[in-house]
Nanobody, 127 residues
C-alpha cells in the first residue's frame, strides 16, 4: 500500500492550494481517507476526512468553510482543496487510509486508527 501526497507549496495569506493523495496497492472504494497536518513543535492534528463512498465528509473547525475534500475513484486520488489560506495553516500535510468496507459512509477521525500513511507535503503560508 502506498500513498503519495503532493501539491504543497508556498503561498501568501488568502491564497489557494490543492493537495492530492494518490493511492496504489489498494482499491480506493474500500478505504476511508483522512488528511492530517503537523506544524513544527506541535502534534499531528486532523484536518478533514472522507468515507469510502465519498458521501460522508467532515472538517475540523479550524478549516471548516475553507477546505474541501473530494475523491476521484477512476484516478485513485483524494484531493484537499484549500482556499483562504492563513499562516496558521502552515504545516506538513499527510494523507492516511484505512479500510472500512466497500463504499460505506464510515468516517475515521482518529490518527491512531489509520495504518497507512503518505510521506507528507509541505504547505507554507506567508503573512
Amino acid at each position: 500500500v502506498q500513498l503519495q501526497a503532493s501539491g504543497g507549496g508556498f503561498v501568501q495569506t488568502g491564497g489557494s492550494l490543492r493537495l492530492s493523495c494518490a493511492v496504489s496497492g489498494i482499491t480506493l472504494d474500500y478505504y476511508a481517507i483522512g488528511w492530517f497536518r503537523q506544524a513544527p513543535g506541535k502534534e499531528r492534528e486532523g484536518v478533514s476526512y472522507i468515507s469510502s463512498n465519498g458521501g460522508s465528509t467532515y472538517y475540523e473547525d479550524s478549516v471548516k468553510g475553507r477546505f474541501t475534500i473530494s475523491r476521484n475513484y477512476a484516478a485513485d486520488t483524494v484531493y484537499l482543496q484549500m482556499n483562504s489560506l492563513k499562516p496558521e495553516d502552515t504545516a506538513v500535510y499527510y494523507c492516511a487510509a484505512r479500510t472500512t468496507g466497500y463504499r460505506t459512509s464510515i468516517l475515521i477521525k482518529s490518527t491512531n486508527r489509520y495504518p497507512y500513511w503518505g510521506q507528507g507535503t509541505q504547505v507554507t503560508v506567508s503573512s
